[in-house]
């Protein structure tokens, strides 16, 4: 009986997860064959189009996720990706290397960036909030200025991962680092500790400083395995405080994080911060496909975004309401046949 249960209630975890980006997926699947002049959505090649805009997305999400769980928002994480884009792709080009030395380069650039603004941060001891408005105006002029503002390119085999299969192969691997430093060690552990206990996590003499470290170090490494699918997969990446790229970047793993934080209840966050991420690419793709303005797209993305985290918040009293009707129908039928 109880692994009956337990099958149930896995089955139950699952459904609940995979619902939003399957749901998201029927909705402009059907849209797209009903709206006169929407284009086409839901082939195998347009599906594989945002598994692929997905892993850059994800891996910016895991990036942000461990700090800003922590209540460590980094507004500059955005530019540094696009600096570590433009330093590593220059670098490696310089010293004639080829994909995996670029990769070298790009983790090695993302890295001390991490670094930078972790200890920033443990050293000054102010809200990284405002660390990190500095720091993205500092890592935007120094992508702006450096080769005097040329973009950085990446063609040919030297943009091998950010296509496939490399590109999922890599989205693999990083997962897998995620799920092990945050759910399978002793940092993981700590870092839930000092997260949802400080003070008691420190009487324990849990080193905070040293994991707070070790989260902005990930957070480098994250950041620069990004870049490496980014520049491989755009070719060409730039430093224009007029497109504002960057923040874009950014914004977009907001969504996934808190979707992924959600979905946790029901699934690993590892693997509810993809699905967060591919669902709200699957949203973009069908809001375009369904030909709806530029400024739209942003309103219905957000829309989506407070009915997801609503529906989730509420997600008990939902159930609870449910099993009440169900009680009260039992009951009605009861006294019916009495």
């Not at 660390?131 to 990446?154: R, T």
């Not at 040293?210 to 950041?223: A, K, P, Q, S, Y």
């Not at 996934?256 to 793709?285: D, E, Q, V």
């Not at 739209?296 to 989730?312: E, K, N, P, T």
Request: aromatic share 10%.
């Amino acid at each position: 009986m109880s692994n009956r249960k337990s099958a149930k209630s896995i089955i139950s975890s699952i459904a609940q997860v995979i619902v939003w980006p399957i749901g998201v997926y029927l909705i402009f699947f059907i849209l797209c064959r009903v709206l006169p002049g929407a284009g086409a959505f839901g082939s195998v090649n347009s599906v594989k189009m945002v598994l692929t805009q997905a892993v850059p997305t994800t891996m910016m999400a895991w990036a942000m996720s461990g700090n800003m769980m922590s209540k460590r928002w980094d507004f500059s994480v955005g530019n540094m990706m696009i600096l570590t884009c433009l330093l590593g792709v220059g670098t490696g080009k310089s010293l004639g290397f080829g994909p995996w030395g670029m990769m070298v380069c790009i983790l090695f650039f993302g890295t001390v960036f991490g670094l930078v603004n972790g200890i920033l941060y443990v050293t000054l001891k102010i809200p990284m909030l405002l660390i990190s408005v500095g720091m993205m105006k500092i890592y935007e002029f120094i992508g702006y200025i450096y080769n005097k503002g040329q973009p950085a390119e990446l063609r040919g085999s030297k943009a091998m991962f950010g296509h496939e299969p490399w590109i999922f192969i890599l989205l693999v691997v990083m997962g897998l680092v995620y799920y092990m430093v945050y759910s399978r060690s002793s940092f993981g552990r700590n870092y839930y500790a000092l997260r949802d206990g400080q003070a008691i996590a420190v009487n324990n003499n849990i080193d905070e400083r040293r994991n707070t470290l070790v989260c902005f170090l990930i957070l480098g490494i994250f950041v620069g395995m990004a870049a490496v699918c980014y520049s491989g997969m755009s070719g060409i990446v730039e430093s224009s405080p007029t497109q504002n790229n960057s923040m874009n970047l950014m914004c977009n793993a907001f969504a996934p994080i808190f979707m992924g934080r959600y979905l946790s209840k029901h699934i690993n966050i590892t693997a509810g911060i993809f699905i967060g991420t591919l669902t709200m690419k699957l949203l973009t793709s069908g809001i375009i496909a369904v030909g709806l303005p530029s400024p739209m797209q942003s309103v219905a993305s957000g829309a989506f975004l407070i009915l997801f985290m609503g529906i989730s918040a509420n997600q008990d009293r939902m159930n609870d309401w449910a099993a009440r009707k169900k009680l009260a129908a039992q009951i009605q039928k009861a006294t019916t046949l009495s």
